[in-house]
Every structure is written in structure tokens, then in C-alpha cells.
């Protein structure tokens, strides 16, 4: 394994943790106009309180990690989805702010929880939406983006985007499930199986959309020998699927969490394989465009210290803030 291939593994190691972990925290903020009152909120922001900034850390990693180590896929992508990506870093900034701010802002309080909605809202819309775009092809001349400004809203954008906001809802109430107990607890159970209904229906939907998008795309998915080792992601779909109806009936809300998280990581996999070697969908090999060599390997001895120490400190927080939150939390 070359230098390019051991950093695209590592950032699309990262932008997954990113998924699985600001995934859920989003998806806290989605839920909170279901909430019954102040008291059940309060707890609800408790629940994320000690991991929220650092979940981010990772997409922090993801986007510097792209320009430092791929700079001709940052110069193509980011000039194509400008809008999207814009939205949600202002969306995840603003929903930082009312994350802060709520807690002091006394009368003011309920405008701060609409805003922590809003911004939770729009950060993992355009995140989704952000995602449809880069899946459905970049147009590029040359070394350049040669799109329009508006390409990468689409009707298949959109229902990407859709669905990572039920998804992140999912996450959302299985984290709360795990994390609390009494009425709030009773609640969000009662949210999750329709929400993994609507989530379980756009991965059918962009499933079977996706291919037909793309002849490269229908070809890894329908023709021999590829086929073996795409087929098999459906059917673990399929058994994760039943293995969280199964945790929701016997009351194991960890399995529930982890199922849920398990049906993001195979979307992840599915998403990886149809786009395999590209990392500018059919335009740009993830060897075109890699920076030097020396570069690569430079950049490597520093992730090799920084990645050990960020996964230390996150499994720290989660570690020290285990079990479950009480009203109030560990929020100051």
C-alpha cells in the first residue's frame, strides 16, 4: 500500500467517526421541538454536553486533511459544492453559539433553543445535500471544476439530504435512549422505530437511485465479479435492520445505538464501493490527485502522533462521562 492509499484510508476513517460521533449530536438538536419542556431539553444538551466539540475535531481532520494531502480533489470539490459547505460550517457555528448561550440567556431561552434546532437542522441537510452532489459527479475540464454554481442542487441532492437528517434523528434518539431514563427516555423509544423506518426507506431509495446514475456505478454493482463484493452490503443491511428491531423489543438500548451507527458505517461502504478508486466520483483517481510522495510521507509522521492523541481524549470524555445523565447534566 502506497502513501496515497494509506491517507485515503485514514481520512475516510475519519470522516466517519465524524459521521457516527457529530452524527448523533446533530441529531439531539433535530429532536428538540419534540421534546416536552425545558427540563426534558436541559437534560437532552446534557446528554451531548462533554463530546459535542469534540466529535467535530474529526471533521476538522476530514477537510484539512483533503487540502494537505489530495489539494487537486479539494480545488475541484470544494469550488463545486461552495454553497452547501458554506451553509453548513455557518449552521455549525451558529448552532455553537446557542449551545452556549442558551444556558444563560434566562427569558430568552426558548429563541436559543429554536436556534440549536435551526442550526442542527441545516448543518445536517447541507451535510447530506453535500454529499448527493460530490456521489453524482463533478464535472471537470482539465484539472478545474467547469460546473455551474447551482449544479449540485438536484432532486437526488435533495433526497441525500433528507435522509442524513432523519438519520442523524435516528442517532439522535438512540443516544438519548441510551443516555437517559423516565418520561424523556419513554419518549424518544416511542421516536425511534419510525424514525429508523424513514431512514431504512431513503437507503432503499438512494440505493436503488444511485446506480442508474452512473453506467461505472451500475456496472460494480450488477456485473460479475464485482458483484461479490458489493452484494453482501445489502444483506448485512438487511441483519442490521432486524438486529435493531430486536434490540428496541428486548430493551437494549447500547445494541440499538450500535445497530443504528452499523446501518451508517455499511451506507458508508455501499457509497465507498460504487465511487472505488475516484475521489472526485468518475473524474479524479485518488492517485491523480494526491500530493508528492514526500509530502505524503512528511504529513504521515505527523498523523501518527496527532490521531493516537485525539482518539485518547475522545474515548477519555466518553469513558468519564459513561452511564447515564440527570437533569441539569454536566453542562455548567
Given amino acids: 500500500m502506497d502513501y496515497a492509499l494509506i491517507w485515503a484510508l485514514i481520512l475516510a476513517i475519519g470522516v466517519f467517526v465524524y459521521v457516527a460521533l457529530d452524527g448523533f449530536d446533530l441529531g439531539v438538536g433535530i429532536l428538540f421541538p419534540l421534546l416536552e419542556d425545558e427540563q426534558e431539553r436541559d437534560t ?114 435533495v433526497a441525500t439530504g433528507l435522509a442524513l437528517v432523519f438519520g442523524y434523528a435516528l442517532l439522535g434518539a438512540a443516544w438519548l435512549n441510551l443516555k437517559t431514563e423516565g418520561a424523556l427516555n419513554a419518549r424518544v423509544n416511542r421516536l425511534i422505530i419510525p424514525l429508523a423506518a424513514a431512514t431504512i426507506g431513503f437507503i432503499v431509495a438512494v440505493s436503488l437511485w444511485t446506480p442508474f446514475m452512473n453506467e461505472r456505478y451500475a456496472a460494480r454493482w450488477f456485473t460479475f465479479p464485482t458483484m461479490i463484493y458489493a452484494l453482501p452490503v445489502p444483506l448485512f443491511v438487511a441483519a442490521t435492520v432486524f438486529t435493531l428491531w430486536q434490540s428496541l423489543k428486548n430493551d437494549n438500548a447500547l445494541r440499538a445505538f450500535l445497530s443504528a451507527e452499523l446501518l451508517f458505517l455499511l451506507c458508508y461502504i455501499g457509497i465507498g464501493i460504487s465511487v472505488w478508486p475516484h475521489i472526485v466520483p468518475t473524474a479524479i483517481t485518488i492517485h491523480d490527485a494526491a500530493g508528492p510522495d514526500k509530502s505524503l510521507g512528511f504529513l504521515l509522521v505527523g498523523a501518527v502522533v496527532l490521531i493516537p492523541l485525539i482518539l485518547a481524549y475522545t474515548a477519555a470524555a466518553y469513558w468519564i462521562f459513561r452511564g447515564k445523565v440527570k437533569h441539569g447534566g454536566y453542562h455548567h
Fill in 44 to 157: 437532552a444538551i446534557g446528554a451531548i454536553a462533554p463530546v459535542w466539540d469534540g466529535n467535530e475535531t474529526w471533521l476538522v481532520l476530514g477537510g484539512g486533511g483533503l487540502l494537505a494531502v489530495f489539494p487537486l480533489a479539494y480545488s475541484v470539490i470544494f469550488p463545486a459544492l461552495y454553497v452547501p459547505l458554506i451553509a453548513m460550517l455557518l449552521a455549525l457555528v451558529f448552532r455553537g453559539v446557542a449551545f452556549e448561550f442558551r444556558v444563560h440567556a434566562g427569558r430568552h431561552k426558548r429563541f436559543w433553543d429554536h436556534a440549536f434546532f435551526g442550526g442542527s437542522l441545516v448543518a445536517a441537510f447541507a451535510q447530506g445535500i453535500s454529499l448527493g452532489a460530490w456521489l453524482q459527479g463533478i464535472e471537470v475540464v482539465g484539472r478545474s471544476y467547469s460546473g455551474a454554481w447551482w449544479d449540485w442542487l438536484t432532486p437526488f441532492s
